[in-house]
């Protein structure tokens, strides 16, 4: 087995808990509960192991990790290890108090999510009453506080028509940089993924609305642009490759090389309640299951591209074709192209299911 | 654009210069990514303290390096002022 290079990124999934509900969430269909999530102590030593590794961020996102309270503590352990510490947050749990502690921890950055610009579309997604104006309301503490912060929307058909309004708040809001993201479909977005599916006019609508404001805020307003995938015709580098640069950590301590990888068959998921994240890293099966490109099947062992997209996606291969170690199906030169080009134009009925813990 | 000899610069709020242990290498952390400084930026960087004026910066880095101050003048205008259009750095 071959020296892997160190991570860069730790996404720490401190919760699956939160107060919205929204049907593209990427936390996998089976959350985990309270009672299963690790304790403060536990995360504490992670942050040590991540930054002795040479982890360099830190993305603290959940579900909505201000539900836990100990989250000032792990930013401030995450900061003394001088890791960067970014919160991933739907900002609905902002308030000057929890803001300040945050702030005083040395937290780095903010990406605050946003379900639409329109209240009630915003609603509809994130079924929280109320949460838009929380939203802006956290929006600017954080500004008044001078915390780097970035505005992230998630798009689909229901509010893409609307991203010029996105982009505009974001500059008005004095956001440093914007994420519009098109719905990635894993989780509960992969079970709405008819009702979510952009139109390819309307595709190409939001790239144009994004080259255009990238023209009239230039500097002042960093645009991130993330493509939805079914349009497409080429993979993207999920994760910039299977256990790269990336780790994933659940609630719970689960390890994984991206966040939908507990989908994955017939391996057993490492966690760091019983094994270092350095071994877990370097050694076991499941980081080294599409590691490189030696699992490759063809097309991809042929390709000049197999270093650039590292075959795509192996959750949306496995979700879509039911053979985790297939081409992704996004490629053009996969056989199985058609199941994503059927998808990309299937019909829209139906009623959401929203993101919710499951009655057992 | 230049950078005025007097100005006084200083990371934003959100990026900092940082020396990478595991992988030996200067880096510039920002939001929600990381870029790696060559040795040159890196050893610009260093004196960025958000006290000392460019002049002195300047100063600096051509007696280290024992080479012509419009040379090192010329190199560093560059790198800061594509750093400063990227918010990275503020006069
Ligand atoms: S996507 Fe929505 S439901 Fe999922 S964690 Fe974020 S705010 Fe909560
Ligand atoms: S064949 Fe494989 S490596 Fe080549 S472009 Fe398609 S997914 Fe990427």
Known sequence: MSFAPPPMSLLAELTHRC???????????????????????????????????????????????????????????????????????????INDV??????????????????????????RIGGLRGAQEKKLNAARLIKARGIPLTLNFVVHRENVARVPEMLDLAHELGAGRVEIAHTQYYGWGLKNRDLLMPSAAQLEASTEAVVKA????????????????????????????????????????????CHAAETIPNVVFPSVTTESLGAIWQDSPLFNL??????????CRSCSLKEVDWGGCRCQALALTGDASATDPVCARSNQHALVMEAATAGHD???????FRAI | MSVSEDSILKFTRGHRLQHDR??????????????????????????VDGARPLSVLIDTLAETYQAPRETIAGDVQTLLTSLIEQKVLSA
């Open chain 1, 290 to 299: 599409f590691r490189g490109t030696d699992w490759m099947p063809e097309p």
């Open chain 1, 350 to 356: 139906g009623e959401f299911l929203y993101r919710r």
């Open chain 1, 19 to 93: 107060p919205l509900a929204c049907p593209y969430c990427s936390n996998p269909l089976a959350l985990d509960r309270r009672a299963a999530e690790m304790e403060t102590a536990d995360w504490l030593r992670v942050l040590d192991e991540a930054a002795s590794l040479g982890v360099l961020q830190v993305h603290f996102s959940g579900g909505e990790p201000m539900a836990r309270h100990d989250l000032p503590e792990l930013v401030r352990h995450a900061s003394k290890l001088n890791l960067y510490t970014n919160l991933i947050t739907s900002g609905v749990l």
């Open chain 2, 22 to 47: 595991v992988r030996d290498v200067w880096l510039i952390q920002a939001p929600e990514k990381a870029f790696i400084a060559d040795p040159i930026a890196a050893a610009i960087l260093q004196l």
């Open chain 1, 214 to 257: 990238r023209a009239r805020f230039g500097n002042s307003l960093a645009i991130d642009y993330v493509t939805p995938d079914y349009h497409a015709d080429q993979p993207k580098p999920c994760m910039g490759g299977w256990g790269q640069r990336f780790v994933n950590i659940t609630p719970s301590g689960k390890v994984l090389p």
């Open chain 1, 98 to 123: 929890t803001l300040e502690a945050l702030d005083t921890a040395g937290l780095d950055h903010i990406q605050l999510s946003f379900q639409d610009v329109d209240e009630a579309g915003a609603e």
